[in-house]
Structure formats: C-alpha cells, structure tokens
C-alpha cells in the first residue's frame, strides 16, 4: 500500500481540483511505496469507488457518468504531469499509469496557478451593481417576553 506516495500526493492539492486530488491519492494508495517507478493499475471501477463512493456497475443507471468523470480526473492528471500512461487499455485490459508525486511545480516556476480550493466569506466579491457598504449596525427591538409552553410544574430529576 502506498501511505507515502499518498501523503506525497496530497501536496499536489495546490495545483489540483479536489476531484483531480482524491484521484490521485486513491491511485497512489494502491500503488506499492517500494516501487522505483510507482505504478497504478487498478482500473476505473477501483477510482469511481473511491472518488465517487458508487460501485462501478454496466447496468447501473449512473455507469457512464461516473466513468466520464473518473476519466476526465485522470485526464487533467495527465496534463498537470502527476501521472503518465505507460499503457494503454485494449483488448478488456486495463490501462496503466506511472505516478509522479514527486514531481510537483515549484511555486514560481510552474506556469499554471493554484487552484482556490477554499471559498472565503472575506474574498467574496459583491455582485455587479452593488457596493460594499461597510458593517451594518444592529437595530434593537427591545426585549420580549418569554412563553411557558411545556407542562407545568416539571422537577429537577437526577442522575439514577
């Protein structure tokens, strides 16, 4: 099991979708930590599992979304230099690709930015047409009585 190769899969978050990431961490989980060249052979059914939570199944109604996602996942892999294939899927085998977690783009040296993974109240932008006003102070509507709705008269028991 590939516990190292994951964690060193995790880093390439700062480059990777969430989807693209988890992709890569289920492939680097089944990749062997002693390999010189750590491959991934799993197949799709294996990804659409732990990316997706689905069992791959034909005849299932979800069977071509889920490989279409998986395969997109992989594909930007590809682009982004975390894997390569080094063979192809023919004839009911299946294909398999080379890892590269160790070969993650130095900040400043990588052409592609990172990816906002985390959507923050403070960098939201305000809608066209509208202005940040400043904080909106509270207005008071004085004090309001509270309504007794349960039975009366309940006691206190303690613990038994």
Do not use: C
Request: charged share 20%; glycine share 8%.
């Amino acid at each position: 099991m590939g516990y190292q190769l994951a964690t060193r899969a995790m880093l390439w978050s700062r480059v990777l979708t969430p989807r693209e990431t988890l992709t890569l961490v289920a492939m680097a989980l089944q990749a062997r930590d002693d390999d010189t060249r750590p491959m991934y052979f799993g197949g799709s059914a294996a990804l659409v599992l732990a990316t997706i939570g689905r069992h791959h199944d034909p005849a299932g109604p979800t069977y071509a979304t889920d490989k279409e996602t998986v395969r997109r996942a992989v594909a930007s892999l590809v682009r982004a230099g975390a894997v390569t294939r080094a063979r192809e899927a023919v004839n009911g085998s299946r294909a398999v690709y080379e890892l590269h977690v160790d070969a993650l783009p130095l900040p400043g040296v990588d052409d592609r930015p990172p990816v906002d993974n985390v959507v923050s109240i403070a960098t939201r932008r305000a809608p066209q047409g509208q202005r940040n006003v400043g904080p909106q102070t509270q207005q008071n509507v004085g004090p309001q009585t509270q309504q007794n709705v349960g039975p009366q008269g309940q006691q206190n028991v303690g613990p038994r």
